[in-house]
């Protein structure tokens, strides 16, 4: 590697030209000093580059030639850019070769530049608000620090054309995508399916990572979104080779128009998720819809939107986060309204077919019901067993199957109990109801 001011960058071929210039030096010392045909031959064959490359990789393999990778951008807060660094502070310092940064800001920050386009970007998605504004500048301060030290989740939920991936899409860059702080990785890699597996691999050494759109209803992968989300180090896979720890230096922010659901209400991922609500004028697809907007913006306004951010940061550093009264009761709305019925279905409720259908109490699906929250986190009472049936019977998957809710005798009863006709619990939980052919007396509910 090769540091060029103050970035150090792979370039095998510097060390070959820096032999090679020094073995021509010497070269032409021999040819002076050569008393016979078979010394100058000896003289000009060190001017070769298969002579410089025998050199370089003698002197590659020298241990002091050696520099640990983990000494390579081990600095939180410091962001190196091409001729010096910025420090916690926003001091701007001159390159430092010993600091061994690799990664760099795309250009220098310039503080207290006029940034007209991305100002009318921050109050659009901060819905005019000056703590929403305030609160989303936070977020971009933290993401600029390396540190992945506040396990957050932000996730910008709006539909789309409000402006929402433009901003984030201008930040990233100015944060550097290329050799840089910034990535743009899948929304993928938090949301189960086959691509969750690798995917996550495309955090390590990012600061801010910004996942894509996500534009339909998926589910949490709920282990790898605490784990990217904590502090310390991550597993991480790649393919074809051997998994390994990272640590978390980064920050998420995701976007879309519906927040993923989760199975399981864990009261960490509680802690860590903020719903920022962005409503407001949709633009997508009309005569204000610029094309590659978010890159005109970038190359306008980069190096003054850069500085505000940084400005950010040291307020972050020096305040913290804020959380605006909305985006917590947006958030806690969403806890509060997941529909845990339809969670224990999916996880509890098997469908069952035929003319002799299984049978289960309505009692025996209430206990069920309330011992699944009580181990998934769902902790909210469901309520008195007959009002709790009335309302699963209304449920769309109870109507979606026409699943039968009667009154019958079951074997060895005298009494009529409350059943359900067309499905069971699932892995084996025992039901006293058993099939619909051991039931009798059978009448509407």
């Known amino acids: 590697m090769a540091c060029h001011q103050g970035i150090w960058q792979p370039e095998p071929l510097t060390i070959h030209h820096d032999i090679g210039a020094f073995l021509g030096r010497l070269s032409a010392a021999a040819l002076r000093n050569a008393t016979n045909n078979k010394a100058r031959e000896a003289a000009l064959r060190l001017k070769a580059f298969s002579k410089a490359q025998s050199v370089g990789r003698h002197v590659a393999a020298h241990p002091k030639m050696h520099v640990p990778v983990e000494q390579f951008d081990r600095h939180p807060w410091l962001m190196a850019y091409p001729g010096g660094y910025v420090d916690e502070n926003n001091v701007l310092h001159g390159p430092d070769a010993s600091l061994f940064f690799s990664r760099s800001l795309p250009f220098k920050p ?25 609160g989303i500048y936070r977020i971009f301060g933290l993401s600029a620090s390396g540190t992945g030290q506040e396990q957050k989740l932000f996730f910008f939920e709006g539909i789309g054309g409000v402006g929402v991936t433009t901003l984030l899409e201008v930040a990233v860059h100015c944060l550097g995508m290329t050799h840089g702080y910034g990535k743009v990785i899948s929304h993928k890699a938090f949301v189960k399916g086959n691509a969750e597996r690798f995917l996550p691999a495309d955090l390590q050494d990012a600061w801010m990572v910004i996942a894509s759109e996500i534009e339909k209803r998926e589910e949490w992968a709920m282990s790898t979104v605490k784990q990217a989300t904590s502090s310390g180090t991550m597993p991480i896979e790649e393919k074809g080779f051997q998994g390994r720890a990272v640590p ?8 879309g128009n519906e927040v993923p659901h989760t199975g399981a209400l864990d009261k960490a991922f509680m802690q860590r998720l903020i719903i920022i609500p962005v409503t407001g004028k949709s633009i ?9 907007y978010s890159k005109q913006v970038y190359e306008r306004e980069g190096p003054a939107i850069l500085g505000k951010i940084l400005e950010a940061r040291l307020r972050y550093r020096q305040s913290g986060l804020i959380i605006p009264k909305r985006w917590r009761d947006r958030t806690d709305t969403y806890f509060g ?27 025996e699906l209430w206990e069920n019901r309330k011992e699944w929250g009580l181990a998934t986190g769902h902790t909210g009472n469901p309520g008195a067993v007959h009002s709790w049936s009335e309302k699963i019977r209304q449920h769309p998957a109870i109507l979606e199957h026409e699943i039968e809710f009667k009154r019958a005798r079951l074997p060895g009863d005298k009494n009529k109990t409350a059943i359900a006709i067309g499905l069971k619990l699932r892995d084996g939980a025992r039901s006293s109801a058993g099939h619909l052919s051991v039931v009798s007396d059978i009448e509407n509910f």
């Open 337 to 363: 309204l997941m529909d845990t019925d339809g969670l224990w279905i999916r996880d509890n409720i098997e469908w069952s077919e035929g003319p002799d259908r299984e049978t289960v109490t309505v009692m």
């Open 248 to 255: 978390v230096t980064w920050q998420i922010l995701m976007q």
């Open 284 to 292: 997508r697809d009309t005569a204000e819809d610029i094309k590659s």
């Open 110 to 134: 310039v503080f207290g530049g006029d940034t007209p386009d991305w100002d009318v970007l921050m109050t659009r998605v901060g819905m005019g608000e000056a703590d929403s504004i305030e």
